[in-house]
């Protein structure tokens, strides 16, 4: 199918928006994007990406200017939350050495897609609130301007609440998981090295990496607890709760805190995969499709694959609608693995009992001992996908 045919209208511009609107474009499409923010930002956030996301950036163009503004791991850490002792060490550059993940401030990756997006001859619209997005043929838009938008397909990359979501599927009905997530970003006085390192205590963890050259640090910490916490990026908690949820951590995890300002907290839900990806020449990606937990780190990852493979079924079936059912089975199926290793991995982090939390992180230290590249390698099946190449 020649896409240049073809006037597509992209809602959202995050990281699965920019991305497919970059995709089509290349394609040949006649691209908009629409962002209901006043200016196209991201701020305080670190994202790790990896080399299944990687590989779409660098079949979009954008390898060498990805690696300019990334940091590479060298290694995963973990360790106990009270002994500066190492339980385990994943060292990439030895058994990955192949292979590229990559530390990135999320404003930085956004503003690399957003330049390469305008210089495409992408249109991005500012200040374009959706309030109802109609399938049909043709598939309409409803701003809360009072416009009606039409084009021959709507991409919904609009996130967690989809207005294209909805439509294709009714309300949401995600699940408290018993979790909430802070996130903060503080300078790297404690001189990080290029690795993440994970905390482990009794129901909760803490996360960290560098970012921008090694001047700042990313901090998620994650805890279990009962309180319900608004599921949002934009609610701000006193630092000194986050302190004290965190008492007992000892060493870096520790310093790290007492730098720790006004950090984002958010409550982490379990949504499902949508069921329904596409309906009347209206489609979803990313976060709209299929939000995920963040302890695989596979939320921007998950939205880059599906920007390349909307955009590659796009340009080879015969029709729309054709397409976006190629689109939603070949991604479906993947997402929802990915999903589910998400899902079940927190546990392993957070034992309570002090004679277990002790017998499992033995288990994992002598595992790295024994077989140090099968333990790199068991997400393999995540990590060395790539859709580039028909994956």
Same mark, same amino acid.
């Given at each position: ?8 209208? %992209? +809602? $959202? &511009? ?5 991305? !497919?609107?970059? @995709? /089509? ?72 050495a192949d292979q590229r993940f990559a530390f990135v401030h999320r404003a930085d990756l956004i503003e ?41 397909? %709507? +991409? $919904? &990359? ?5 207005? !294209?979501?909805? @439509? /294709? ?32 205590g009794p129901g909760r963890h803490l996360v960290c990496y560098p970012l921008r050259d090694g001047a ?30 965190f008492a007992g951590f000892e060493g870096l995890p520790k310093a790290l805190l007492n730098q720790v ?49 909307? @955009? ?80």
């Amino acid at each position: 199918m020649q896409l240049n045919e073809i006037r597509i209208v %992209i +809602v $959202g &511009a995050g990281i699965g928006g920019l991305a !497919a609107a970059l @995709a /089509l474009r290349l394609q040949g499409a006649d691209v908009t994007v629409l962002e209901q923010a006043e200016a196209i930002a991201e701020v305080g956030a670190g994202i790790q990406v990896s080399p299944n996301g990687a590989s779409v950036l660098g079949a979009l163009g954008l390898g060498d200017a990805f690696e300019a503004a990334t940091i590479r791991c060298r290694a995963v850490v973990l360790s106990d939350y009270r002994r500066p002792a190492e339980v385990l060490r994943l060292d990439l550059t030895k058994h990955a050495a192949d292979q590229r993940f990559a530390f990135v401030h999320r404003a930085d990756l956004i503003e690399l897609l957003a330049k390469a997006v305008r210089q495409a001859g992408v249109n991005i619209r500012l200040l374009q609130k959706v309030e109802r997005v109609e399938p049909g043929s043709p598939p309409v838009l409803q701003m809360c301007s009072g416009a009606r938008i039409t084009a021959d397909l %709507i +991409v $919904g &990359a609009d996130g967690l609440h989809s207005r !294209a979501r909805q @439509a /294709l599927n009714g309300t949401a009905r995600p699940f408290f998981t018993g979790q909430v997530a802070w996130r903060a970003v503080v300078p790297n006085d404690q001189r990080l090295p290029d690795e993440a390192r994970v905390f482990m205590g009794p129901g909760r963890h803490l996360v960290c990496y560098p970012l921008r050259d090694g001047a700042m640090v990313n901090l998620v910490a994650v805890q279990e607890r009962q309180e319900w916490a608004a599921e949002s990026w934009s609610h701000t908690d006193d630092a000194g709760n986050l302190r004290s949820a965190f008492a007992g951590f000892e060493g870096l995890p520790k310093a790290l805190l007492n730098q720790v300002d006004s950090p984002a907290l958010w409550g982490l839900f379990r949504h499902p995969v949508a069921r329904c990806w596409h309906k009347g020449r209206v489609t979803i990606l990313g976060d709209a499709a299929h939000p995920t937990l963040p302890f695989m780190a596979q939320g921007a990852n998950m939205a880059l694959e599906d920007a390349w493979v909307l @955009a590659e079924e796009l340009s080879r079936a015969p029709g729309i609608e054709v397409a976006l059912d190629t689109y939603q089975n070949r991604r479906r199926p993947r997402v929802e693995r990915v999903i589910a290793a998400a899902n079940g991995n927190a546990w392993k982090y957070h034992l309570r009992s002090g004679p277990v939390r002790s017998a499992a992180h033995l288990a994992l230290h002598l595992g790295g001992l024994v077989a140090p590249a099968r333990m790199v390698r068991q997400f393999d099946w995540i990590y060395r996908h790539d859709v580039t190449r028909g994956d």
